[in-house]
Nanobody
Framework: QLVESGGGLVQPGGSLRLSCAASGRTFSNYAVGWFRQAPGKEREFVAA???????YYADSVKGRFAISRDNAKNTVYLQINSLKPEDTAVYYC?????????????????WGQGTQVTVSA
């Protein structure tokens, strides 16, 4: 089971750190992805991290978002900075419990319930 947390209401230019914790199964050796879905839009890739902490980002978030992992805590983080209103969405983490990194949501089998991020003045 994956559980996201850390979302909230933040002003433009602000920051948040989202967490994705795995319970019942370790994912320290596996790839994990972050996605987001805004109202009326399709779920889109944001970032991913592989088992050796190599990171991947969507062009729209490069330089503002940072994905990392703490294997001791069985948790993957998404640091989101310089937030813009267009970053407003529900943010999800996902994994297949394997080492492959994908950018397409349909390629992931296991998902968390999501955490809402709202950027507004």
């Amino acid at each position: 089971q994956l559980v996201e947390s850390g979302g909230g209401l933040v002003q433009p230019g602000g920051s948040l750190r989202l967490s994705c914790a795995a319970s019942g199964r370790t994912f320290s050796n596996y790839a994990v992805g972050w996605f987001r879905q805004a109202p009326g839009k399709e779920r889109e890739f944001v970032a991913a991290i592989n088992w050796s902490a190599i990171t991947y980002y969507a062009d729209s978030v490069k330089g503002r978002f940072a994905i990392s992992r703490d294997n001791a805590k069985n948790t993957v983080y998404l640091q989101i900075n310089s937030l813009k209103p267009e970053d407003t969405a529900v943010y999800y983490c996902a994994t297949n419990y394997n080492t492959l990194v994908f950018r397409a949501p349909n390629d992931y089998r296991y998902w968390g319930q999501g955490t809402q991020v709202t950027v507004s003045a």
